[in-house]
């Protein structure tokens, strides 16, 4: 190795390269080659030129990109992203197998020969060592990712883009999840109620799933799909997911043959945490993957190169018994690795992996490290992140979609670690985790890596004895945000603020403190979020009904049952305790705001749509107990003048 020649590209502070650009060059060329002239230029302080043309006596190292078409591999999902890169004395190659590789094919290059690395998105992730000169070694080395399909997203990810291109990940090439709606649209119930499910003896619109034994469903599935590959021919796959209901078909033909209790006792006995309830015991994948076998030999012969995509979820999360799943279907097999200090969890979800590789061939994850019943709050445990990625790796899994709201304040370990182990499910945990907590940290590397110990620590306790109350669905938000007062104890929050002040303390004045200071926004937000939720408590402590109850969120909720309530109440308690509650929600709103757009928290949760906001509730809750109060005054205020007359 050492004996082996290197080759500048920047040697005494001057450029001993050029990027070579051909004049015709597509945007995301033009776009890597000025990237690798910005990145080497950040680390030396000297400029790479870029030429459209070569001049054939110059003795400069010339850096070029190229496209070599894969060949399709027979087993394999695509897209193949592996990419080579070729140095020899005067000429370095990186070559991909698609123009949508070269960010990550270059983000890797630079990694290796500069040591950058982009530990979350914008200015502030970004790390590039200051060095004098660069170098490359000559001979051709191969890379390739450990999964076909990496993904961390959720809808609109455009701001992250930049950050997930150079990590290697981008949206899972399908239409969308949940599909069933898509194919019976409300219109068609006026003509073909028969296609939709039949619950209590009455064909519904919605909720409904769908009649597998309508005659035509099959064929106009079919449809649906060709209508979808026509408009979006580059998708690989197309979504034939159930929608997110149970409300499937009790007709006769659709429940024949079926043993509704089996697998019960996986859920009933199921630690808490995790996809599924009492409620959804799996017997319905027979019924789902026949159809779904049925539309796939179907699509088979008109399109061999795309697959149909499809949940193993809630009451068909398990495989069926009997069929083997069509090669062209891929599985979207829900997990929840975050629950996986149960040891029991653990062991449970990996036999399903198992018994699912049996029957199917293409299998990818459907993962929440975030997700919206723990809008951006802090459940980090980087160790199983590389835990279960390894284990998926293991098992043959092709791809990895986790939900990823943003929210870099509070969970960056699991989404940094995520990517690194989807690229390369072999790497070291230990190294992967010190070399980003000195990277991104410095010299407060090791304070932050006991914060994160402390808060790794929490979410262990919680879960690993499989009393996660009322977290057995992770759909709920509310539950979770009561779970969030016994994640983090007031020890817990002592030992934490202690942690991060050190941090700030030994941080120094650059970068390290403004990394430092994200991750103390996050656990502000963290801290406010407990203060609302404890305010909240108190109000239940005066016995109004549990706060995180559904109904109460509703917009139309119907407050004669508060009114009933507070009658005999102390009016000053009540609007005392009202108005605390209201404020630290304010607050806590207040503070979010102030995040905007600064990757600290869920680009999501600054939509207002999607989040617990118990301020409308608890405002028109004030009003009423003011007005009572008003009206009491009033009461009392006659009735003194009675007296005295
Ligand atoms: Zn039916």
């Known amino acids: 190795m050492a004996s082996r020649k290197k080759v500048f590209l920047i040697k005494n502070g001057r450029a001993v390269s050029f990027v070579y650009l051909p004049e015709n060059s597509s945007e995301r060329f033009r776009q890597a080659a000025a990237e690798l002239v910005r990145i080497c230029w950040k680390a030396t302080g000297v400029k790479i030129p870029i030429r459209h043309q070569v001049k054939p006596t110059e003795k400069l190292t010339r850096i070029e990109f190229s496209v070599r078409p894969a060949r399709r591999k027979k087993m394999k999902l695509p897209p193949d992203d592996t990419f080579w890169i070729f140095c020899q004395k005067d000429k370095l190659e990186i070559s991909v197998t698609r123009e949508e590789t070269l960010p990550l094919a270059l983000a890797r290059f630079l990694e290796e020969t500069v040591q950058a690395r982009w530990f979350f998105p914008g200015k502030l992730g970004q790390d590039i060592p200051e060095r004098k000169e660069t170098f490359v070694l000559p001979g051709k080395k191969r890379f390739y990712p450990s999964f076909t399909w990496r993904s961390l997203s959720w809808k609109d990810a455009s701001v992250f883009r930049d950050w997930q291109e150079k990590n290697g990940l981008f949206p899972f090439p399908v239409n969308r999840g949940h599909a069933y709606t898509e194919i019976l649209p409300r219109k068609l119930f006026g003509t073909h109620p028969e296609f939709f499910s039949l619950i209590c003896g009455k064909r519904r619109v919605n909720p409904s799933q769908m009649c597998y034994q309508a005659p035509g469903i099959v064929e106009l599935s079919c449809r649906y799909i060709e209508q979808v590959l026509e408009k979006n021919p580059e998708l690989v796959a197309v979504s034939l997911c159930p929608n997110d209901v149970d409300y499937f078909c009790e007709c006769a033909g659709c429940q024949k043959g079926e043993k509704p209790t089996r697998y019960y006792d996986y859920f009933v006995h199921q630690p808490p945490y995790g996809y599924g309830g009492p409620g959804s015991a799996a017997h319905l994948s027979e019924r789902v993957f026949r159809f779904t076998n049925k539309v796939a030999e179907k699509m088979k012969e008109k399109y061999p190169d795309k697959y149909l995509l499809v949940y193993a979820y809630g009451c068909y999360n398990h495989p069926p018994e009997g069929m083997k799943i069509s090669d062209n279907v891929i599985i979207w097999l829900t ?3 975050l629950g996986w200090w149960n040891k029991k969890r653990r062991k449970l979800d990996i036999e399903r992996l198992k018994a699912w590789r049996k029957v199917a061939r293409n299998i990818v994850i459907f993962e929440a490290l975030s997700n919206q019943a723990w809008p951006e709050l802090p459940r980090i445990a980087p160790a199983l992140v590389a835990d279960s990625l390894k284990t998926y790796h293991r098992y043959g899994i092709q791809g990895f979609y986790s939900q990823m709201f943003g929210d870099f304040g509070t969970n960056l370990p699991n989404y940094y670690l995520a990517t690194r182990f989807l690229w390369n499910a072999r790497a070291s945990y230990r190294k992967e985790w010190s070399v980003f907590l000195k990277r991104c940290f410095g010299p407060a590397a090791s304070q932050v890596g006991k914060y994160w110990k402390i808060l790794s620590a929490a979410w262990k306790k919680l879960i690993a004895d499989g009393t996660l109350e009322g977290a057995r669905s992770i759909i709920n938000p509310h539950y979770e945000y009561l779970q969030l007062v016994r994640l983090y104890p007031e020890e817990t929050i002592e030992k934490v603020r202690t942690c991060l002040q050190k941090a700030r303390e030994i941080s120094g004045q650059g970068i390290y403190r403004q990394r430092v200071e994200m991750l103390e926004k996050g656990w502000r937000y963290t801290e406010l979020t407990l203060k609302a939720v404890k305010e909240c408590l108190a109000l239940e ?50 503070f979010v705001r102030s995040c905007k ?28 107990a003011q007005e009572w109060k008003n009206l009491s005054a009033k009461a009392g205020n006659i009735n003194q003048k009675g007296g005295e007359v």
């Not at 009933?564 to 305790?577: N, Q, T, Y």
Request: hydrophobic fraction near 40%.
């Open 541 to 590: 402590d005066l016995n109004f009904p549990p706060f995180y109850f559904a109904p109460w969120l509703a917009p139309d909720y119907d407050f004669r049952f508060y009114k009933i309530l507070v009658r005999g109440m102390d009016k000053r308690v009540v609007i005392h305790a009202l108005k605390r509650a209201i404020s630290a929600w304010e607050e806590r709103e207040k």
């Open 335 to 337: 997990s929840t690795c």
């Open 597 to 624: 757009g600064k990757h600290i928290l869920s680009q999501t949760l600054l939509e207002r749509n999607r989040r617990f906001d118990p301020r409308p509730v608890l405002k028109k809750m004030l009003q009423i």
